[in-house]
């Protein structure tokens, strides 16, 4: 089953999506848009021209566990996603997705400047990652 994780941000968007066997990362890219239903349309013919079975958006929890605005914004736009392209969609926590994405683009020699460009579609496949990760541990 093909997975695509989504990091929905206000102005870029990374998105990742799994191998065929929903084992590895494959391809990822970043949508660099403002207007919310325009990145709901890109995502919805990205998923669909790369036949996703199912969305997972990553839902920024706080470390205490809590949610604030963008944990909600999160949740309306997977909602809005799952509506508009008929792909079940789950929200899961992303919690340090950014940071640990950060970290990787700087471990690999990475300036900020180019981190920038990086970062949305690196931390889309940690979200992904982990919830492969999750969905194998379920079997």
Do not use: C
Not at 2 to 20: C, Y
Not at 72 to 91: C, D, N, R, Y
Not at 125 to 136: G, H, Q, T
Request: proline fraction near 2%; glycine fraction near 8%.
């Amino acid at each position: 089953m093909k997975i695509l994780a989504v990091d929905f941000g206000d102005a870029r968007t990374g998105l990742a999506v799994s191998d065929p066997t929903g084992f590895l990362t494959g391809e990822t890219t970043v949508l660099h848009e403002r207007d919310v239903q325009k990145v709901l349309d890109a995502v919805t013919e990205w998923a669909k021209a790369r036949n996703v079975e199912r969305i997972v958006v990553g839902r920024p929890v706080n470390m205490n566990g809590t949610e604030g605005f963008r944990a909600e914004k999160s949740a309306v736009f997977a909602e809005k996603l799952g509506e508009q392209s008929g792909i079940p969609t789950v929200l899961w926590d992303e919690r340090l997705s950014s940071v640990g994405a950060n970290k990787i683009l700087s471990d690999a020699g990475k300036k900020k400047k180019k981190q920038k460009a990086l970062v949305d579609a690196v931390a889309a496949s940690l979200i992904l990652e982990s919830y492969l990760d999750f969905a194998r541990m379920q079997k």
